[in-house]
């Protein structure tokens, strides 16, 4: 260990920017098995691993480095399957400038231990070699929990109650498992057979699902609670942030998730219309995408890969101010994405389809209460894009929950997300808990499992009180 002083960081090698752009393939090869060794061999063993500290799983990273330096690696993944429930997604996607890595004690100076990289490693590896076991629970146990919706935050909570023994249902509206990682974030980023790979394991573990089930939709919710001795809301957030102004109303001007659901399902082989019409397809288009965060990078990457003829960026901060990941924004701008900062749309231009996008410059003022700064526009600085497709990617609030599951006793905060008590995780309603993004409002994966986790034990002891019977002494 504490290789760092002579061995210099190095990440997983990238696809040539040519190679890379032609498919949705992930762009970063895998490390060889001396580069993950050597890699590791680099981490200080720091007395207080700030690592772990700034990881939302409090992984045990340090340990798990030291026994990949000693080519131990199915304790590595013993160690790091033991805090997180897909340590290879978050190896993936997390961004670790902000979390992990970013808080290295060997940042200064030195570049921090590539830890995402390789936390994909030992669990691609323990894969590959059959490392990974059947979820087994204890003992079978006669009661049953519902899960809405089958995101990280929903497939990590039925995984640790599976575990706990119980019998475990994961209702989600859409066809296929994943929440926003099978239809939300792109190929580039998380291939899709990982997610897949991962839905395998549940299924196989006893986990239940059961697709095309909207609940509050198709099926009443009151139908979801008398089912179940508990359930567990985990439905993310899905309603798009509109924006307003002259022409917003045009044709060809798309919400983000729409692009993306269509290039992620074309992507897995399925049929879809507006994609086949060209209407949800960047191929040959001038396209200009609205936002700065993972959302809006993913847009315009993908329209990258679709083959428009050009894409642009409009996006009210600066670079130093964007809330997506630093690492995706540099990976944009190698693939040809023009980024026009301090930017914002002003108006919409066109007939009855866009051709274009007025814009107007920016400039940052003052921090407000939340400390961040104010943006103002500056006068007379207005400018055209053109644009055949305008993809919004301005953020996402929560559904209406109350009113779409017929239950005005679920109390929601201020931005509609669902209350919970921060102890329990149960909402206002007697054995219904939330977790993920519908409490926190967008956020990552890496805490959508972590608040899966969470509720997981919250509602085993809930149903060992309510039930009359105790886990561990049984
Ligand atoms: C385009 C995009 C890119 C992102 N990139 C990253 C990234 O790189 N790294 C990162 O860490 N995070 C990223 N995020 C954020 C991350 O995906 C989310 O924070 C995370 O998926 C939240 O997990 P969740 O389980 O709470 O919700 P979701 O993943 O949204 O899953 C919720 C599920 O509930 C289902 N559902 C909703 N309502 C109902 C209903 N009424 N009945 C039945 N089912 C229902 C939905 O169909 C969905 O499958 C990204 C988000 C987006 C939109
Ligand atoms: S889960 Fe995310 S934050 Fe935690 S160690 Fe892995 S990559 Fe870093």
Redesign the pocket.
């Known amino acids: 260990m504490l290789q760092f002083t002579h061995v210099p960081q190095k990440t997983p090698e990238k696809r040539a920017v040519g190679e890379r752009a032609a498919d949705f393939d992930e762009i970063y090869r895998k490390f060889d098995v001396q580069s993950a060794k050597l890699q590791s061999s680099r981490c200080s063993q720091c007395g207080i691993p700030f690592c772990s500290i700034h990881c939302p799983l409090s992984n045990n990273i340090p340990d798990w480095l030291k026994l990949t330096a000693e080519g131990r690696l199915e304790e590595a993944y013993e160690v790091a399957s033991a805090t997180n429930t897909f340590p290879e997604i ?1 190896g993936r ?3 670790q400038d902000r979390l992990c890595e970013g808080n290295c004690v060997i940042e200064k100076g030195f570049e921090s231990v590539t830890i995402g990289a390789v936390e994909r490693y030992i669990t691609d590896t323990a894969f590959e070699q059959g490392w990974v076991k059947p979820i087994i629970s204890a003992k079978e146990l006669p009661y049953s929990v519902g899960i ?8 990590a909570a039925a995984e640790a109650l599976r575990r706990f023994g119980y019998q475990v249902t994961v ?4 066809d296929r ?10 190929g580039f ?2 291939e899709k057979d990982i997610v897949i790979r991962r839905t395998k394991w549940l299924t196989d573990g006893g986990v239940r699902f059961e697709l095309n ?5 198709k ?1 009443p919710f009151s139908e979801i609670r008398d089912k179940h001795d508990a359930v567990l809301v ?5 309603k798009p942030r509109e924006i307003a102004g002259p022409g917003s109303g045009l044709k060809g001007i798309m919400p ?2 729409d692009y ?1 659901i269509t290039s992620n399902r074309q992507g897995l082989g399925d049929k879809v219309p507006h994609f086949e019409s060209g209407l949800l397809d960047a191929k040959g288009k001038k396209v200009v995408v609205i936002g700065g ?3 809006a ?3 315009v990457r993908t329209a990258v890969r679709q083959g428009a003829k050009s894409v642009t960026c409009l996006y009210r901060r600066d670079k130093a101010n964007m809330p997506g ?1 630093l690492r ?1 924004v540099a990976n944009a701008e190698d693939e040809g994405v023009i980024f026009e900062w301090l930017a914002a749309p002003e108006a919409f231009l066109g007939d009855e389809t866009v051709t274009g996008v007025r814009a107007t410059r920016m400039h940052l003022g003052l921090p407000d209460a939340s400390g961040r700064q104010s943006v103002d526009a500056i006068a007379g600085s207005s400018f055209n894009v053109e644009a055949d497709l305008v993809i919004k ?1 301005l953020g ?1 609030d929560p ?1 209406d ?1 109350p009113a ?2 017929g239950e005005p006793a679920l109390t929601v905060t201020g931005w509609g997300t669902l209350k919970i008590d921060a102890k329990s995780f149960m909402t206002a309603l007697p054995g219904v808990f939330a ?4 409490v ?1 409002g ?7 499992i972590r ?2 986790r969470d509720a997981a034990a919250k509602i085993d002891e809930f149903i060992q009180v309510s039930r009359g019977y105790a886990q561990a002494a049984e």
């Open positions: 978050c996607i997390c961004p809405i919706g089958a995101g990280p935050a929903g497939l209702y989600d509206r859409h498992v994943g929440g926003l990682l099978i239809y939300g974030i792109p980023k998380l089930a909207d609940i509050g939709g099926i985990a439905t993310g957030v899905y983000a998730l993306l965060g993972d959302t990078m993913d847009c990941s995706e990617a996402f559904e929950l779409a599951f977790a993920g993004d519908i926190r967008a956020s990552l994966v890496v805490w959508a608040d899966g």
